[in-house]
């Protein structure tokens, strides 16, 4: 569970080989860096610290995320600018992936959308200052209605 929520904040395929410096991804500079979370879904409610560096030339920010217990996921994330799209992509240790994309370039407030393997997911973050940011996630997921918030603060 704690995998398809960590999924959500990741991303990946860029459409442009290199990144310029003014694109929409540099806006996200802020992230770099490790946070600590809280995950609360119904009554699960896991601790866990994201880790945010560039990779891929720049052009991908890269989002490794663990918990107690070993538990991790891994996330990609990227702007396509000829879409004017944010793209994400989550992995987890189980082999599962979502992708999901947020239109518009504006990186304090993005409504992402599941695009694979369903489309029936929807995960909002939103910058609420340099060292804070939320997740609202909800969805329907194996037949269930899910809904939760990760709360991260920067260390």
């Not at 599962?96 to 929807?122: C, D, E, I, Q, R």
């Not at 973050?125 to 996630?137: A, E, G, K, V």
Request: hydrophobic share 35%.
């Amino acid at each position: 569970m704690r995998l398809l929520i960590a999924s959500l904040v990741a991303a990946a395929f860029a459409s442009s080989p290199v990144a310029a410096a003014t694109d929409s991804l540099s806006s996200l500079r802020y992230l770099v860096g490790t946070w600590n979370c809280s995950f609360e879904a119904g009554k699960t409610d896991v601790n866990y610290k994201a880790t945010y560096t560039y990779d891929i030339g720049n052009n991908w920010l890269r989002e490794n995320d663990s918990w107690t217990h070993g538990g991790s996921d891994l996330g990609m994330i990227t702007y396509e600018p000829r879409s004017r799209q944010f793209v994400s992509v989550a992995m987890d240790g189980e082999r599962a992936v979502v992708v999901f994309h947020a239109n518009g370039n504006n990186p304090n407030h993005l409504v992402y959308h599941s695009a694979y393997p369903t489309t029936k997911l929807t995960n909002v973050f939103d910058r609420n200052s340099q060292t804070r940011y939320t997740l609202h996630f909800s969805g329907n997921v194996g037949g269930r209605s899910l809904k939760s918030i990760d709360v991260c603060t920067k260390t």
